[in-house]
C-alpha cells in the first residue's frame, strides 16, 4: 500500500512539473522588435518632406530591429466576371493627398490621372477591372501590413445581375528605405571577417 502510495505521488509531482514547464512555455510571446523575423514598423508622422521615420522603440537593454518597409502605392483587381471599376476615391490623406492613377487592365499601365486628390471622386472608362494608384511619399510611413491604412472608396459596373459578393483584392506597393539593422550574430561574424583579414596582411 505504501509503495503504491509513494508511486502515485511521484507520477503526481512529475505531471505537475511537466505541466507547470508546459504552460510557462506557452506563455512565452517574444516582443515586437526583438528579434529580425518579427521588427517593428514605422509609426505615421505628419508626412513633411525629410521628416524621416518614427519608431516607437521598447526604453529595455538589449538589441531592437526595426524595418522601414513602407507602402508607396496600391493595386487593385477585380476577380468576379462581368463586374468591372466605374469609379475611386481615396479617403486617406497620406502625404501630400496627391495620387498618381493608372488604368492597369490587360497588363499594360495607361496613366489616367497626376492629380487624383483625397476626397475627390475618379470616373473610369468601361471595362477597367485592375487600377494602381502610386504617389504615396515615403515620409508618410504607410504600414503595408495594416489593412486601414490606405482606406479607398470604390464603385462597380455590372454587366448582368450584381453578384451577392464581388472579389477585390488590394495590394500594397512596398518600398525599402533604408538598410535593415542586421543581427548581433551577423555583425560579430563580420567583425571577426575584418579582423583575419587584418591579420593576414600584417603576416604577409
Known sequence: MNRLLASLIGGAIALAASTQ???SFAIVVPLPGSNALNPLMPISNDGAP???FTFAVPGA???WFIDPLVATGYDYA??????SFAGVQVSTNAGDGIYNLYDTTGGGE???????????PFTFG????TFRITGIETSAALDPSNPLAFVTGISFNFAGTPPANVSLTQTPIVTDTGTPVPEPATAALAALGLAG?????RRG
Open 21 to 23: 514547464a508546459f504552460a
Open 61 to 63: 537593454t538589449g538589441w
Open 126 to 129: 468601361s471595362g477597367v477591372t
Open 110 to 120: 495607361v496613366l489616367l490621372s497626376t492629380t487624383l486628390a483625397t476626397g475627390a
Open 78 to 83: 477585380i476577380a468576379t466576371p462581368g463586374v
Open 50 to 52: 525629410g521628416s524621416g
Open 197 to 201: 583579414i587584418g591579420a593576414w596582411r
